[in-house]
């Protein structure tokens, strides 16, 4: 077993993975377990059955595990070239966030707005859980715009008073029709204007490691387009389920949806 005191200094170690401390090991956060020796071809790792990025500092491979909002304090297991490694997680205890949304359609959605909602949950899903085999550096990410950083991810959210899903993003504030940048290179995999999220783009950098950008005002890049860290990818606005311009920005590893805080240099 790898024991949490020696994750830390793992973490602590590791370039490019900018803030991640001990604290990460919870639901929510990551976790950094080495899975091999750089003399050995880079192995295969996986948690709940998923690939999961695997990076290389000095003379060994690590894997780099998104850990979901979903699980439960207690023990994990990855899987690499069929060996299992078990990480104990932490409990992290999140705040509660009461919002109050004018449209009550946004909250209670009827059933043609909720057919919607399913058919565009398909294409986020299917873009937030792709996996693009290419050497990665590390998962330091640029602020995607100036603001103030909300601590708002893994909050547990009552929108007029009704519990609904943990936020799963950051928000940071910004003027109406601020750019947004995009934090490292990587390639679009979705746009879209969508009932929740509103005008949204979706970045594949690879190995699981994607990044999505909400509520925009305007978008500048299309599917398929190839980006460069700092390329302008839209504009801060309040589209979809808001209460006022900000960008809610989300990180995902392995699917799962990470704090962003951990990633921003």
Known sequence: MISRYALYFVLLSLAGLTMATEESLRPGGIAIVKVGSTDSPQPTALFDNKPVMVIRRDEHWYAVVGIPLSVSPGEITI???????TISIGSHAYREQRLTIENKAQVNP??????????????????????????????????????????????????????????????????????????????????????????????????????????????????????????????????????????????YLNGAAVDPGIFID
């Open 110 to 251: 009827d059933k043609e707005q909720l057919d919607r909602i399913f058919g565009e949950r398909k294409i986020i899903n299917a873009a937030l859980n792709n996996f693009r085999s290419i050497a990665l550096d590390g998962v330091s990410l640029a602020a995607p715009v100036a603001g103030p950083h909300s601590s708002s991810f893994g909050s547990r959210r009552f929108f007029n008073n009704q519990p609904r899903s943990p936020h799963s993003g950051m928000d940071i504030s910004a003027n109406m029709g601020s750019p947004i940048t995009a934090p490292r290179d990587g390639i679009v995999t979705a746009t879209g204007n969508y009932f929740f999220n509103g005008n949204t783009v979706i970045i594949d950098h690879g190995q699981g490691f994607v990044t999505m950008y909400c509520h925009l005002s305007a978008l500048n890049v299309e599917v398929g387009d190839e980006l460069i860290i700092g390329d302008v990818i839209g504009a801060v606005g309040a589209t979809g389920r808001v209460t006022g311009p900000h960008l809610h920005f989300g990180t």
């Open 79 to 85: 899987v690499a070239d069929g060996i299992e490694k």
